[in-house]
């Protein structure tokens, strides 16, 4: 088949598929803004929006702009495509950041699988969302909870396949001395990561500043790393002057920088190599959707404390597979990290089990083939079991 796959970014979250597609034989065309490492036999192709998104001081509407942007800029490099005789047999594209808006007019009548996070509150957005919905024949989201936000009329076309992590790229390794010597760090030093975005409401900001304050404090030899994105993309920035950014300014202020490592937006092997050495993870989400840090820190084996919400018990279990802590509760945060200091045994009993699922419902080879089989399914017209949505975690 002839396949075309949109992402703003290449390889975006498209790179194993299109390389799946590529080894079985599938003729792929890549369209991207931004990235070079095109997965090998994928012809890229590059689209170049008309100018940037400018909005002044409106941030929460620049998102907006830019994905109409980046949709008419995808519609044109499309049209040129077919221009010069190129005609897909199917079309990947990213759902809900606007290179998809166009494309089901640029080509008419190829079924368009789309790719989604999560239906974002803000109204201006889920305008765009529908519209982005409407144009797709399936769709596939990461999660059940993710599935949930999504308008009823519209699930029955989406699908629940998780992008896959590659279990054998971000696993533990048997001596950790290595990655600690990497970092820099003492034979009686702890280490403490946060995975994932953290200068952001929907990732209790305030309360995990709060919560590495006090550990701090109380354990004089704590390392502490952030590593991940400064803010996520998903839900209101805080305003400039409300009580959330105040606290977390306070947070940070309280903090010993001496024992803090701020590595926002550092490479993969950066943060690879920081969960390997690791003595616990915090993972705090509610109200978006899990990402891919949570499925490094669980494929590492690292003990995590994560939140009691129902984006993060999807993938965990408390006491079986992590410790959960009450989302937005600063103590009861804290006194889980210190529960995995204390008790080694314990916390690498979680960790083992974060592993296991994580390989057995998460591995990248797995997602990858369903996301491949709701494609051919797609294509045929057909609904069928094959992707259908991965399990959740379940206690025993």
């Known amino acids: 088949m002839k396949i075309l796959l949109v992402h703003r970014f290449l390889p975006g979250r498209f790179g194993a598929l299109a390389q799946a597609l590529s080894e079985r034989g599938d003729s792929c065309v890549f369209l991207h803004a931004e990235g070079d490492e095109a997965p090998p036999g994928v012809r ?34 499309a049209r040129s495509l077919a221009a010069a005789g190129f005609r897909p047999d199917a079309i990947v594209a990213q759902g809900g950041f606007g290179p998809g808006l166009h494309l089901a007019e640029a080509f008419r009548g190829v079924p ?19 519209l982005e ?3 797709c024949r399936q ?15 519209f699930q029955s076309r989406l699908r629940v396949v998780h992008a896959g992590i590659d279990t054998r790229v971000w696993a533990p390794v048997r001596s950790r001395g290595t990655a600690r010597a990497e970092l820099g760090l003492g034979r009686d030093d702890e280490l403490l990561v946060h995975a994932g975005p953290i200068f952001q409401p ?4 305030d309360t995990v500043l709060e919560a590495l304050g006090v550990l701090q404090q109380r354990r004089p030899r704590l390392q502490i790393c952030l590593v991940g994105e400064a803010a996520g993309l998903y839900g209101p920035p805080m305003a400039i002057d409300g009580p959330r950014r105040t606290a977390m300014r306070a947070g940070l202020a309280a903090l010993d920088r001496a024992r ?23 993972y705090y989400a509610d109200g978006c959707p899990v990402s891919l840090a949570l499925l490094e820190a669980m494929s590492c084996a690292v003990p995590i404390v994560g939140s009691d919400t129902a984006v993060v018990r999807e993938f965990l279990v408390d006491g079986q597979s992590a410790l959960l802590a009450p989302f937005g ?3 009861a945060l804290t006194g889980a990290v210190e529960r995995l200091f204390e008790d080694r045994y314990a916390a690498m009993e979680l960790a083992r089990t974060a592993r296991r699922q994580a390989v057995l419902r998460h ?11 709701c494609l051919d399914e797609m294509v045929r017209g057909a609904g069928s079991s094959a992707c259908a949505h991965i399990p959740v975690a379940r206690s025993a």
């Open 44 to 77: 890229s192709v590059r689209f170049i929006p008309s100018r940037p998104a400018d909005l002044g001081d409106d941030s929460r509407m620049r998102p907006l702009e830019t994905a109409v942007l980046d949709g008419e800029a995808a519609f044109r490099a």
């Open 112 to 130: 368009l699988l789309g790719a989604f996070e999560w239906f974002d509150p803000d109204p201006a957005a889920r305008a765009q969302l529908r």
């Open 260 to 282: 803090l490592r701020v590595a926002t937006g550092c490479t993969a092997e950066f943060r690879r190599t920081a969960l390997q050495a690791a003595d616990a993870t915090i």
């Open 202 to 205: 929907q990732r209790g900001c």
């Open 329 to 331: 509760d600063a103590a």
């Open 139 to 153: 769709g596939l989201v990461e999660s059940r909870v993710q599935l949930a936000e999504f308008p009823t009329a």
């Open 363 to 373: 591995g990248l080879a797995a997602q990858v083939s369903r996301q491949v089989a």
């Open 133 to 135: 919905l409407a144009a």
